[in-house]
């Protein structure tokens, strides 16, 4: 079974990331006793806690990972819902092709958390609440947020004044007000209110 998540939906700025993981049936068992007992959804563990959770995770033997991502632009084009799809079944896709080598025909499902997500290359069910009810799903979601979090690094370096290494891109009070001040960057998504309306306030 593959684990799926994602994170950044919500942001003004950023793509939305996603992470898949998959670990074989006979080592789960362990690793939840063991080295993954602390895994959780990665929105209830600090920081720290998943910076360190992701490189366990990374570093487990047997463990096959991926993280990938939609652009601002893919969203700006897609809508935020379907680029979120489109990167959890780019995420699923770099694990399953992976995995097949090591299942020797056995079938891999595709868990996903929330609602169906149609499109991968093997069968999936979803989750509702998933993150918090399945392993492989929360360790899913501490990849794509912390992979999140260190591209928001990249953002506050490339396009200073904006406070992304502190907000992450979501539309917190100084994050308006920088928007307003500043404008959009070319990691902003367009198609977001905050966003189109300072587009239209420096066109006025």
Not at 19 to 27: E, F, T
Request: hydrophobic residues 45%.
């Amino acid at each position: 079974m593959i684990g799926v998540d994602e994170a950044g939906r919500g942001p003004l700025a950023g793509g939305v990331f996603a992470g898949a993981v998959y670990v074989p049936l006979d080592l789960a068992a362990g690793l939840l006793d063991g080295a993954w007992s602390g895994i959780n959804d990665s929105k209830k563990l600090s920081e720290k806690k998943r910076d360190s959770l992701a490189e366990v995770i990374k570093s487990t033997e047997g463990c096959i990972w991926a993280v990938a991502s939609a652009s601002p632009a893919e969203i700006d084009r897609l809508n935020i819902l379907r680029a979120t799809h489109v990167a959890m079944r780019r995420a699923a896709k770099a694990v399953y092709d992976r995995a097949l080598e090591s299942v020797k025909g056995d079938a891999i499902t595709v868990l996903v958390d929330g609602l169906a997500v149609d499109g991968f290359e093997c069968p999936s069910r979803n989750l509702v609440k998933g993150d918090a009810k399945s392993l492989l799903i929360a360790a899913a979601s501490i990849l794509a947020k912390t992979a999140r979090d260190a591209d928001c690094l990249r953002l506050e370096a490339e396009y200073p004044g904006y406070g992304f290494a502190k907000h992450k891109g979501y539309p917190t009070k100084a994050h308006l007000a920088a928007l307003a001040k500043l404008g959009p960057c070319p990691e902003h998504r367009r198609s977001f209110g905050p966003v189109a309306q300072g587009e239209l306030f420096e066109l006025s």
